[in-house]
């Protein structure tokens, strides 16, 4: 799914914002609706700092994962105001973020970054418009980033209000108190919901173009999300969930009840019940509840901090000798849930194959190559094979949907929109039928890209593409050989035959140049370049922290754990905010230009915040 979102993200480099919502694909594998907080970010990252098509994956990924352990960190910091519970807090994030259930969902847990910000403001919405409008203005980009998380927290907050009208001060004075908190929240996810139907780029949209179910057995899902769990370490995460629970009902006492913070992210614990949907019945990416939240990920870390925090109070009442003993204990027990947690996250990560390999790279460079020296405009028709004996998992995830995320993420900008994939024979694709196998799912994706690609090859002269490595089955392996196809590398062919396109000499030898270029930049040391290095970093510095910086200096966000948490979340969230604006307005792609005007534009009202506010003062 990374490499989808990273091909999106090119998509808006070349193309109008429309084509994007319009480019659902077969089985509306590609559809997103108006999720497009991701490619636009990745769009700005292209177009403003000229990172490289591959590096843009390892922004999303890793400088997410940094971001959102930094911000629940700044969360951690407003409920417990101690430097040591926010290293905890960020550490254990972090160690718990590369764990597998938390590594690829790229939407997910970008809109958890907004959660966190919102929390963070959270307080203060109930009493300031400034932290109001950054609520719901989160609460907006969620919906524009991943809808079902955005609707969780929603419910989590307003469930939370209610709490406390039921439990604590009474409706009318929960209305008086934290009646723009719930309403913060509701205009923004309304406001968002609205932009979908209306159709802010241009098509409408509604939510059920932003959840891709893919047509899995109920056990399918099961086994998927037991195998997802069985990845969280959760032997060394129950001791400190449940040291952070009584731990942040012991220090806070009443005040669990009576602040939004603490009682929001304690309610934000009940959406871990979906993960037990399957038992009655229902077909979802169960392990998605786990994803859905940021409050169990901080309650792990204040309970290693509490535990660390807490034998230290016990060893202020014994001897000199008892007390050391005990804070060591105390210390190595956080250590070692720490330790632990981070073993299991390094290698879960470590493990995992590259989402582009090496070889296929190569084949794509060459594929590339000949689209530019041949710059034909025509539609392009990938060919994959799945073997009968393949399990749905990886018929849908790897087959269909992985290997076409793989190879439209290393082409052209243009020409990505107008790629099209084929899973079955080569042969009964020749011939307009469809190919029959014992695999359900792969006769149901075989007939579905087969009704998409028929009438372009009757219609429009395809160049239809072959991968040596996704097509060893169905019969295709035969068709890699001079006889039916012309290589444009040694593992990347091109196919002849009736209706097809004529591949072009010169674009030929250029892009089997290419692919020898490729793979031996791979094989050996890439050139330093410092001027680029340097172009990257003060342009990624400017995207992320000044106007972040502005902000946070006009709504009163002070002190450093604060400051580490959300200034890149404020960058990033009024940029794409501005985003979506201009590009509903001018309706273009996401140029160098069109990305420094976001980048101008957020930071202009960035300094005007901050010009009005004068000196901004905190509640901390």
């Known amino acids: 799914y990374l490499s989808l979102r990273t091909s999106h993200g090119l998509d808006l480099t070349a193309r109008p914002p429309a084509e994007l919502i319009l480019a659902d694909g077969p089985l509306r594998v590609f559809g997103g609706g108006y999720r497009v907080g991701t490619p636009l970010l990745g769009a700005l990252f292209r177009s403003v700092a000229g990172v490289d098509r591959y590096t843009v994956s390892i922004l999303l990924i890793a400088l997410r994962q940094v971001l959102l352990a930094a911000a629940m960190g700044a969360v951690a910091y407003r409920i417990v105001p101690r430097r040591f519970a926010v290293a905890a807090v960020t550490v254990t994030s972090g160690a718990i973020l590369l764990l597998r259930p938390f590594v690829g969902y790229v939407d997910n847990l970008l809109a958890l970054l907004f959660s966190a910000a919102a929390l963070w403001f959270l307080t203060r919405a109930g009493r300031e418009w400034p932290a109001r409008i950054v609520v719901a203005a989160a609460a907006f980009l969620m919906v524009f980033t991943h809808p ?69 057995a109920l056990t399918t899902y099961r086994h998927a999300a037991a195998e997802q769990v069985r990845g969280l370490r959760l032997t060394w995460m129950v001791v400190p969930f449940l040291a952070g629970l009584t731990g942040l009902a012991m220090v806070l006492r ?8 603490p009682r929001t992210l304690v309610v934000g614990l009940a959406p871990l019940a979906g993960v037990l949907g399957f038992l009655v019945g229902f077909r979802y990416p169960f392990q998605r509840f786990v994803t859905s939240t940021v409050a169990p990920i901080v309650v792990v870390g204040l309970g290693v901090w509490f535990v660390a925090a807490g034998t230290a109070w016990l060893g202020r009442r014994m001897s000199s000798v008892r007390r050391g003993i ?20 390094s290698d879960a990560f470590g493990n995992q194959d590259p989402w582009v390999p090496d070889n296929l790279r190569v084949n794509l460079a060459a594929v590339r190559t000949y689209l530019e020296a041949d710059p034909t405009p025509r539609p392009l028709v990938f060919v994959v094979s799945a073997g009968s004996d393949r399990p749905d998992r990886l018929i849908w995830g790897g087959v269909f949907r992985g290997n076409w995320s793989q190879t439209r993420a290393g082409l052209p900008a243009r020409a990505i929109l107008d790629t099209h994939l084929y899973l079955g024979s080569v042969d009964q694709l020749l011939r307009g039928r469809p190919t029959r196998t014992k695999n359900r799912l792969t006769n149901l994706i075989n007939r579905e890209t087969l009704r998409e690609v028929r009438p372009i090859v009757r219609e429009r002269r395809p160049l239809v593409v072959l991968l040596r490595r996704f097509n060893r089955r169905m019969g295709n392996f035969r068709y890699l050989t001079p006889s039916h196809s012309v290589p444009l590398g040694r593992n990347v062919f091109v196919l002849k035959g009736p209706g097809l396109a004529e591949p072009e000499s010169a674009a030929v030898k250029a892009a089997a140049l290419a692919a020898t270029r490729e793979a031996a930049s791979l094989k050996g040391v890439r050139s330093f ?35 580490l948490g959300m200034v890149p979340v404020l960058s990033i969230g009024v940029e794409l905010l501005v985003g979506i604006a201009l590009l509903a307005v001018l309706r273009r792609p996401v140029t160098p230009l069109m990305g420094w005007a976001i980048v101008a534009v957020s930071v202009g009202l960035g300094w005007l915040l901050a010009r009005r506010a004068g000196a901004p003062t905190a509640d901390e």
């Open 148 to 216: 079902p998380t955005a609707a969780i927290f929603a419910g989590v907050v307003v469930a939370s209000v209610a709490v406390r009208a039921v439990l604590g001060g009474g409706l009318r004075e929960t209305i008086r108190t934290e009646g723009w908190i719930a309403g913060a929240v509701i205009v923004g996810v309304a406001a968002g919901t609205l932009a979908w139907v209306a159709g802010i780029w241009g098509p409408s949209r509604g939510f059920r173009d932003a959840i891709h179910l893919p047509p899995y």
């Open 254 to 261: 009443r005040r669990l009840l009576d602040e939004p913070l």
């Open 326 to 345: 005990a804070v060591g204990v105390g210390t190595l027990a956080g250590v070692a849930v720490i330790g632990q947690i981070w073993a299991g996250g």
């Open 529 to 563: 370049r410092p001027l680029h290095v340097a172009r990257v970093t003060v342009a990624l510095g400017i995207l992320l922290l000044l106007p972040g910086l502005l902000l946070a200096r006009g709504l009163g966000v002070r002190g450093l754990p604060a400051l």
